[in-house]
Nanobody
Framework: QVHLVESGGGSVQTGGSLRLSCAAS????????MAWFRQGEGTGREGLAA???????TYADSVKGRFTISKDNSKGILYLQMNSLKPEDTAMYYC???????????????????WGQGTQVTVSS
């Protein structure tokens, strides 16, 4: 069983920055494929960025160049640095993990078996 706990959400103005953290625990969790998703009000869960164990990363077009995913393997923490935030970035942000890599890039929410509780990000204009 893998346990994920997100933190770092909050309220910022347009153009601001936030860094989200996801602490992973559980047997083998440090070797899992991990990603960040978000879900806005009335929308589906959108994949944002993924981090593979070889250090490779994948980004959705909507956040490419603004968001950076990274991982501290020694601490078992996944990060999402978010810069140049826009009101449309307002959403609940989730950390996700799975023992298997999705077939295509980020994959979809169904490709991940483990989820955190989410952390809210609100960007005001």
């Amino acid at each position: 069983q893998v346990h994920l706990v997100e933190s770092g959400g909050g309220s910022v103005q347009t153009g601001g920055s936030l860094r989200l953290s996801c602490a992973a625990s559980g047997y083998g969790s440090r070797h899992y494929f991990m990603a960040w998703f978000r879900q806005g009000e009335g929308t589906g869960r959108e994949g944002l960025a993924a981090f593979d164990n070889d250090g490779s990363t994948t980004y959705a077009d909507s956040v490419k160049g603004r968001f950076t995913i990274s991982k501290d393997n020694s601490k078992g923490i996944l990060y999402l640095q978010m810069n140049s935030l826009k009101p449309e970035d307002t959403a609940m942000y989730y950390c996700a993990a799975d023992s298997r890599r999705p077939r295509n890039g980020l994959g979809e929410a169904l490709d991940y078996n483990y989820w955190g509780q989410g952390t809210q990000v609100t960007v005001s204009s």
